[in-house]
């Protein structure tokens, strides 16, 4: 480990943690719709004292089991209602995930491979999104990516409390997210080893009773609760629509081609998006290895998997990132051209700095009405200083690619620091302006006025959060104060206004 970075590389990864999972935790509001509905289902628990059962604007709610509430509530109980307090919960579990990697890593190869997988993963453009945002899925593959971890360590080494401590991350995820925590240990291990030809250690592992009792203290008891309280209920919303319904067809409009998660990917690793398509040169070589064979095994289910799928989601391809960042680390060495190193980085900058620029010139031909309203906004929302950031990275990026004198491992922390920056700090903050900032002042005049409010053409909890209140779904009758698009408000004779900006607005319905 000769790099001037890798001597202290315990230190580059813990600032490179903190900005991506830290530093911007409360920056923004909260996004709509996931966001929303995961704080919203939150406040109401803490609300109503119901920690069992969840609900969103009264409503019951069966999209999720019921630990990141858990964990939600604790943090508001500590924090507060707002932004960081409702986040953080993902962030650490982001850490003991970007933990574990390394740990991992450095356990089956070295220093270095560890560094450069966990900087994947914490300094990668998908992850810095998801390690912030206040819902079930940093939690989720935390708990995936130990559970396989320890699968292979008990594999490998044959002690027992391996597989015990893979069989109570298993029932953890169980309880953060449901079956899909089984499913992807359960097939990844299945596969790995009928192609070693050990069906006999596989049924010996997944069927060991002491597995199987710990698992069962671990989950059952609120899958038990859930169900006494809810019955037939609880089944049909959870098991048959949130689970079985999710593979079948497409659920909320969720939908996509057999090829969704191509681009979501190759976007979603950048600025490593060279070194996962150098992994992808490599596949043939993975079959030489155990562990590289039991990665790219865990890896390609996921993808394949969810392509198959009938609801598409892009954070649903993340559940197989963890196996990837290892296996892009091994090949990261192979790769010779700087300028392709940086090129993918380059361009999404470049579109990022054109976007104020063309955003009112495609607003005509925009089909939806709010997006319409709210594109010629975008050269104010999008200033000067987020331009001459982009700008001034895309130079150093130029700069970076040609540059034969600075070790390729400083470049790329270099390009993970100007993009976790860039999108934190820049991008999500400009785009929160216009899209979020406005539902968060009029949720806050709510509850400063103690207003009790219709919601009429639209679908944003985080309103609920803001105000802290419930809402009525429906047209607005005389005397009510409604919150509603502003395309909406043609269907209305006469209002005052008590709130308006960018595409939404707050009136009071008058005769």
């Known amino acids: 480990m000769q790099n001037s970075l890798l001597k202290h590389h315990k230190l580059v990864l813990a600032f490179i943690i903190f900005l991506s999972f830290y530093a911007a935790l409360g920056y923004v509001p909260l996004f709509d719709l996931d966001e929303g509905a995961f704080s919203e289902a939150t406040r109401e628990m803490l609300k109503s004292h119901n920690y069992i059962t969840t609900y969103l604007n009264g409503d019951l709610r069966f999209d999720k089991p019921i630990l990141i509430y858990w964990l939600q509530a604790f943090s508001v109980k500590l924090f507060g209602l707002n932004e960081f307090a409702l986040r953080l919960p993902s962030a650490i579990a982001s850490t003991f995930w970007a933990m574990a990697i390394y740990s991992f890593t450095k356990r089956h190869y070295d220093g270095k491979i560890a560094f450069l997988a966990t900087l994947f993963m914490a300094g990668s453009l998908q992850i810095t999104v998801i390690a912030k945002a206040a819902i079930a899925d940093a939690l989720l593959n935390m708990f995936i990516a130990l559970s396989l971890f320890y699968l292979y360590d008990y594999l490998k080494s044959g002690k027992k409390s391996y597989l015990y401590l893979a069989s109570a991350t298993v029932a953890f995820g169980t309880l953060t997210k449901g079956p899909v925590a089984i499913m992807v240990p359960f097939v990844t291990l299945f596969i790995y080893l009928a192609i070693k030809r050990e069906f006999a250690l596989f049924f010996k592992t997944v069927f060991n009773p002491i597995v199987i009792v710990i698992f069962l203290i671990i989950a059952a008891p609120w899958y038990t609760l859930e169900y006494l309280d809810q019955g037939q209920k609880f ?29 979501v990917i190759l976007i979603g690793m950048l600025p490593f998006t060279t070194a996962l398509l150098k992994m992808l040169t490599k596949v043939k070589s993975y079959f030489k ?84 309203i709210l594109l010629p906004f975008v050269p104010d929302s999008f200033g000067i200083t987020y331009k001459l950031y982009f700008a001034i990275s895309i130079l150093i990026l130029i700069y970076l690619a040609f540059n034969k004198q600075l070790d390729k491992i400083n470049q790329i922390v270099v390009a993970s620091v100007l993009l976790l920056i860039g999108v934190n700090f820049f991008a999500a903050p400009s785009y929160a302006k216009l899209a979020q900032q406005p539902i968060k002042e009029a949720g806050l005049l709510a509850k400063k006025e103690n207003l009790k409010v219709v919601m009429y053409g639209i679908n944003t909890p985080t309103f609920n959060v803001y105000a802290q209140r419930l809402v009525v779904k429906r047209k607005p009758k005389v005397g009510e104060v409604a919150f509603v698009k502003v395309t909406t408000l043609k269907e209305f004779k006469k209002y005052t206004t008590l709130y308006k900006k960018y595409g939404y607005a707050l009136i009071k319905v008058e005769k």
């Open 289 to 372: 290895s155990d562990l590289e064979l039991y990665l790219l095994i865990w890896g390609a289910f996921v993808f394949i998997f969810f392509s198959f799928s009938g609801t598409k989601l892009p954070h649903y391809i993340i559940y197989g990132y963890t196996p990837f960042f290892i296996l892009m680390a091994l090949s990261f060495k192979d790769i010779k051209s700087q300028l392709a190193l940086h090129f993918p980085t380059i361009l999404l900058f470049i579109i990022l700095l054109l976007l104020p620029f063309i955003a009112p010139i495609i607003a005509p031909s925009v089909h939806d009405k709010v997006a319409k």
């Open 235 to 263: 089944i049909n919303g959870f098991f048959l629509k949130h689970n079985l319904s999710r593979f079948e067809g497409s659920l909320e409009g969720h939908s996509g081609s057999l090829f969704y998660y191509i681009p």
